[in-house]
């Protein structure tokens, strides 16, 4: 069978390696970024185009790819001048791979079925390595005639692929995981601080913590940094912020409240103030080391 033509756009380090791996499987792809390096790079290893717009790339291409790094982003390229809404062709299908609102996505999947267009909500888990490889965890969503479409290509990209609902539980999904992995790491910070503050000696506390059922990965990226002053999470402070800003915002939506996330959303969000954004998570500790009453 032929291989669908594939749009993408965002070729950050996740969607860099996405495309690699797409082209290395040998994808025709249709790409588009600011940062014309990228765009290079893709154009260099052959079968590849640029697209001046959103418009243009989604009439080129049957399945059109999204990693982009807010929902703002997301709805900008999606409605606004030449955007991909105005492209896309009856029978296609739009895959976002960030991290989005589910109330957004719900939109944009309203307004694309009225043209005839599928979307599938898909935010990643695993590392930019992973993607090289095509080894990631995708949480997909979406009506399962459209998944089904779609999840040849989602195998190619993806070590293990999952399907949990519709429209939408891809990103809630997301958010609930990264709400639990973000509010432990923040805590985990936090409790090395306190010991730090209080002469407890940090190699110490983590040999006691991590010899019961403490102990995980999140606790060996907290020990890395709070112990050892390594970052190995990968994961920014100014990321986990957004998302915890989002996860509050489903939560809302939903007529509820999370007392926990707005605790963790309050800290990160002061250690982003604090100049620290960029850093890895467990970064967070230095804040809390230096904060007082």
């Known amino acids: 069978m032929t291989k669908p033509v594939i749009g993408f756009i965002g070729l950050g380090l996740m969607g860099g390696n996405m495309v690699e ?13 600011l940062n014309k390096d990228a765009v290079a790079a893709v154009l260099a290893r052959g079968n590849a185009t640029e697209a001046a717009t959103g418009k243009e790339l989604a009439e080129k291409s049957d399945i059109v790819m999204l990693a982009l790094t807010t929902s703002n982003v ?4 999606v409605y606004g001048d030449n955007g991909v809404m105005a492209g896309m062709k009856e029978g296609s299908v739009l895959i976002d791979f960030g991290t989005s609102i589910p109330a957004s996505t719900r939109k ?7 043209k005839g267009v599928g979307m599938i909500d898909a935010p990643l888990g695993r ?42 539980a891809g990103h809630t999904t997301k958010l609930i995981n990264n709400f639990m992995g973000m509010t432990t790491v923040t805590a985990m910070s936090q409790a090395f601080a306190v010991a730090k503050a209080a002469g407890v000696d940090g190699q110490q506390l983590f040999d006691i913590m991590s010899a019961g059922p403490s102990n995980s990965p999140f606790m060996q ?34 007529g509820t409240e999370s007392l926990i996330a707005e605790g963790t959303s309050k800290g990160l969000q002061a250690a982003v103030d604090a100049g ?18």
């Open 21 to 33: 791996n797409l082209q290395t499987r040998g994808f025709q792809v249709n790409v588009m970024d």
């Open 74 to 77: 997301v709805e900008a390229v």
């Open 221 to 254: 990226f907290t020990k890395a940094y709070a112990v050892d002053g390594e970052e190995k999470l990968g994961f920014s402070i100014a990321n986990a912020n957004k998302d915890l800003g989002y996860f509050l915002e489903m939560v809302k939506d939903l």
């Open 108 to 114: 944009i999947g309203a307004d694309l079925a009225a």
């Open 276 to 293: 620290l954004g960029q850093h890895d998570v467990p970064v967070v500790f230095d804040y809390f080391t230096k904060l007082e009453k």
């Open 127 to 168: 590392t930019p390595a992973h993607a090289k490889d095509g080894l990631l965890n995708i949480m997909a969503a979406g009506d399962l005639e459209t998944f089904n479409k779609v999840k040849p290509v989602l195998d190619e990209q993806g070590e293990n692929v999952f399907h949990l609902g519709a429209l939408g």
